[in-house]
């Protein structure tokens, strides 16, 4: 079976938002793909996601990460954020390359898995992944990424794929 991705949106940052949002996402992929390498306006940050504007306890999230010297989990439930890392983060030289799988994301019986490879050769130098689980039925129309406490560098693309199984 062939897989083909499909290009649906891109967003750059402007510098002056802590979020950037893609919304009235087509229901007509099997699953979703994510890629963005964010860098920070002004100092170290994480980012996460919320789907379609949830912030309640709907998020569950497991990690492995590895320095090659160490490898560390990390588990969190009933949290109101989707953090798709353990330790990599963002900041103002550095950028990590997040890849966020949306597995399933149109289907309304069940939750969906958001599987994220990351990694960062700058001052965290971790390389992650995470397995994240939002609790809830609903399809996912909306994706919103969002820099904790401070804002995206101006020109950070984040680009959405749409995945179709033939």
């Not at 960062?120 to 809830?136: E, I, K, M, V, W």
């Amino acid at each position: 079976m062939a897989i083909t991705y499909d290009f649906i949106s891109k967003i750059t940052a402007s510098g002056s938002a802590s979020s950037v949002s893609f919304t009235s996402i087509p229901q007509t992929y099997t699953d979703l793909v994510l890629v963005y390498s964010p860098q920070s306006a002004s100092s170290v940050s994480y980012s996460y996601y919320t789907i379609n504007g949830d912030t309640s306890s709907t998020y569950y999230r497991m990690c492995m990460a590895g320095t090659g010297a160490a490898i560390t989990p990390f588990w969190a439930g009933d949290v109101g954020l989707l953090y798709p890392y353990y330790g990599t983060y963002n900041d103002t030289t550095s950028q990590t390359l997040f890849t966020s799988h949306f597995m399933n994301y149109a289907n309304t019986t069940s939750g969906k898995v958001v599987l994220t490879r990351s990694g960062n050769t700058g001052a965290s130098n971790l390389a992650d992944f995470s397995s994240g689980y939002y609790a809830s039925n609903t399809a996912i129309t909306r994706i919103d990424v969002i820099q904790g406490g401070q804002n995206f560098a101006a020109n950070v693309v984040f680009s959405l794929y749409g995945i179709k199984a033939a």
